[in-house]
């Protein structure tokens, strides 16, 4: 996924896309390719209250939405990109804004 946990994105399709609504990404699940997003696609829920600290009554809470319906915001040009990849000089693989070439992951921070 080009999508990651902390990534600022920004909504191009659903009912966030005409004010181009941006939010940050709480997780993200793989397999289903599904991203949960701060303030997106919110979902009430009734809950009962418990001797615990779950609170009683009805509540908000943001749903899974697909990926392909947001596009990462670069930090540096402030606006929705694709991600393309480079490598770096120690080898390892890192994301790119396609428009401005400036990297959104930290080059220390390996995956591949």
Known sequence: MKV????LVQAINGKHA???K??????VIPDKNRII?????LRTKHTRGSAGARQAGIIEIEGPMDASNVMVVCPKC??????????VSDG????????C?????DPDKRWS
């Open 37 to 41: 997003v701060e303030g997106f696609n």
């Open 101 to 105: 070439q400036e990297l959104l992951d």
């Open 92 to 99: 390892s693989k890192v994301r790119q804004c396609s428009n």
């Open 78 to 87: 402030d606006k929705a990109i694709r991600v393309g990849y480079t490598f």
């Open 4 to 7: 990651h946990k902390g990534d």
């Open 22 to 27: 941006r939010g940050r990404v709480r997780d």
């Open 18 to 20: 005409s004010v181009k």
